[in-house]
């Protein structure tokens, strides 16, 4: 697999399971085919330290490549092979380190431990993947799972940038799970019966290498961006819009309803907005007869006088505004969840923010978490206040909605 065609190539798995040993034997391949520049970074400089510099790497080096004359610079923490090549170590903690490594142009780049990197020091670090040789430019990754929250496993199982909010090309992608239970040979006859009596959260990461599930658990779990994001013709009919009233972002969803079914076209996302910003995106992306199911608040806000409510009949007509009141969080967050389920949402893919909210929001004890990231439900919220509107699970289903 590390000698594949992909640029990004994942071992996750459980603890002990040779993960790093094998990137970093890969390394010295790469290393010793071409001269070339490689890097091996993680968040601490003193953790490279103490188990690749100190450990991993005289292991793979006298057990794989005995007769090969390495030098290892102690001072700036970098190996030298004959040829001229280099591997090098850095702590993205240490800002002057890395700015001394980042400097250089590498071949490869290895990120141990991604699973305590943030996805912007990873990407600013891709951007030293310039080095000009013979070799194929390869990004390698190891971790112990963590939690499904994690960029890793939105890029890796879910196949979807978070930060671009856009999905990849599975073909860049590559992984493989190894566990410690596949590497008894080298590790001690007891370890495996440490781990088993670890918590069981604990257990699924350094036993069985799988994702946990984030401490207060995913609000929208029924989503599922094979079943419910593709991409469809508009169809015909009135606009059904449902609008967040927020001050940064303001949201909204731009929807038609066919088939029994929710049809999500378009979005808006506006930072530091205000009502009449919004009137003026929806008016842009739509046309024809509007209904908006809005966040109920909206009756008492107040821009330059007027209630939000106010301006969007102003600007919609006098019956745009659907009869609204905020149901319970948990109410329609349930209602959302139903109808992804009976497959009666469909999104399509240039609605980025909404499809990047409904697979990152989670709970925070009864409430939604809007901390943690606070560009985070807004986008989401627009479409549960419509979704409740039109069908909320507390009714029969009607699908004749003439009343528009």
């Known amino acids: 697999m590390l000698a594949g065609p992909e640029l990004h190539n994942m071992l996750f798995g459980g603890s002990r399971s040779a993960k790093s040993f094998t990137i970093i034997y890969a390394l010295f391949i790469r290393a010793c085919k071409v001269k070339s520049r490689h890097a091996c970074l993680r968040f601490k400089f003193n953790h490279i330290k103490t188990s690749l510099w100190m450990d991993t790497v005289p292991k793979v080096h006298s ?18 092979f004959p040829n001229g090549s280099e591997i090098w ?32 020091s990873v990407n600013i670090a891709k951007t030293r993947l310039a080095e000009k040789n013979s070799l194929k430019k390869k990004i390698y990754y190891d971790q112990n799972p963590p939690t499904k929250r994690h960029w890793a496993y939105h890029l890796f199982e879910k196949g979807f940038d978070p930060l671009a909010e856009e999905p990849v090309d599975p073909k860049d992608y590559a992984k493989i799970i190894m566990n410690p239970g596949d590497n008894l040979e ?21 036993l069985y290498g799988e994702y946990v599930d984030a401490d ?22 009135a ?14 969803v731009l929807c038609k309803v066919a088939d029994n079914k929710i049809w999500v076209w378009d979005e808006v996302f506006l930072r530091n907005s205000d009502t009449p910003k919004m009137v003026k995106a929806i008016k842009e992306k739509t046309s024809g007869q509007i209904y908006i199911a809005p966040d109920s608040t909206g009756k008492n806000r107040k821009t330059s006088g007027k209630s939000d409510f106010h301006i969007l009949r102003d600007n919609f007509g006098s019956n745009a505004i659907l009869p609204t009141r905020n149901p319970f969080v948990t109410d329609r967050v349930n209602n959302l969840n139903r109808l992804f389920e009976e497959k009666r949402i469909i999104i399509h893919p240039r609605c980025k923010k909404l499809i990047n909210d409904l697979e990152k929001v989670v ?16 986008v989401s919220d627009s479409l549960c206040y419509l979704a409740w509107h039109l069908y909320p699970y507390t009714k029969a289903f009607n699908a004749d909605i003439k009343i528009y």
């Open 89 to 120: 170590f850095a702590g993205l903690d240490d800002k002057m380190r890395t700015e001394k490594i980042l400097g250089k142009e590498y071949s490869s780049l290895f990120f141990n431990e991604c699973s305590q990197l943030d996805l912007e």
């Open 186 to 206: 080298n590790i001690d006859e007891n370890y495996l019966k440490i781990l088993e009596k670890l918590p069981e959260k604990d257990k699924q990461r350094f």
């Open 63 to 80: 057990l794989c490549f005995p007769d090969c004359g390495i030098n290892y610079n102690k001072t700036d923490y970098f190996l030298e």
């Open 239 to 252: 606009w059904f819009v449902g609008q967040d009233f927020n001050v940064d972002p303001g949201s909204a």
């Open 363 to 378: 709970w925070k004890g009864n409430d939604l978490d809007q901390k943690t990231d606070k560009l985070l439900t807004h």
């Open 216 to 237: 207060d658990g995913e609000a929208y779990y029924q989503f599922v961006r094979e079943d419910n994001v593709r991409t469809f013709d508009r169809p015909g009919g």
